[in-house]
């Protein structure tokens, strides 16, 4: 099993649409969670840290359910600006509480 | 502003070559860490280190290594290239702490080996 599972899409999604992505990690000791967006040829930047009561940033929600070993990432209002891979990243999942391990992403593509 | 950057951004060299992938920051961070990416796998961690004059291996270290003698810089050098190392590296800091913070990634280097 990955220490980080992702469904890797594609997900192609007219604008305006809500789609929503699910992240599943091994190690139950792992403590910090991040929701990072890739665009294409493009180095990694963080979108959004998810915490223990969930959070909002704007159009995006993310939630943490500790109990399954899950994440999500929810996008309301898909714009093509979103079209991007967004990969689920966990700490701890490698042995190591300073290192993240990274999902293998899952692929947006927001259509006209 | 502080910045991370790489060089090359692109690189192609030939089976058995020593190769050299420099990685500069200006954040000040005492963490470093070189991450390849390729298809299906996502990032996976080569080497990282603490400070000066600490290195660690990662999960696919075989074939590379690194070094650590100030705070902004953390070459990596694969010793005699393959062709399995063709990939795109990204080199990425964050500042110390207990846990895990954001890591900030360079832009990359693509790196393909004849």
């Known amino acids: 099993r990955k220490e980080v599972e992702q469904d890797p899409g594609p997900f192609n999604v007219p604008e305006g649409a809500t789609v929503a992505f699910n992240c599943t990690y091994s190690n139950s000791a792992s403590q910090s969670f991040f929701w990072y967006r890739q665009d294409c040829r493009k180095e990694p930047k963080l979108l959004m840290s998810?915490?223990?009561s969930g959070n909002e940033d704007g159009r995006f929600t993310a939630q943490l359910n500790r109990a399954s070993q899950y994440i999500s990432l929810l996008i309301r209002d898909s714009k093509l600006s979103d079209s991007a891979t967004y990969l689920c990243v966990v700490n701890g999942a490698s042995g190591s509480a300073r290192q993240l391990t990274f999902g293998s992403g899952t692929q947006l593509t927001v259509l006209p | 502003d502080a910045e991370i950057t790489q060089s090359p951004r692109h690189k192609i060299t030939e089976t058995g070559r020593q190769v050299t992938l420099a990685c500069h920051q200006t954040w000040n961070h005492n963490n470093m860490f070189w991450y390849r990416q390729d298809l299906g796998h996502g990032l996976r961690l080569i080497h990282y280190s603490y400070g000066v004059q600490d290195t660690n291996k990662g999960e696919v270290s075989d074939g590379y290594s690194v070094s650590r003698s100030n705070t902004e810089d953390l070459p990596l050098t694969l010793e005699s290239a393959a062709s399995s190392q063709t990939s795109v590296y990204f080199c990425a800091s964050s500042e110390p702490g207990q846990g895990a913070l954001e890591q900030f990634f360079g832009p990359g280097t693509r790196l393909t080996v004849l």
């Open positions: 998810v915490y223990s």
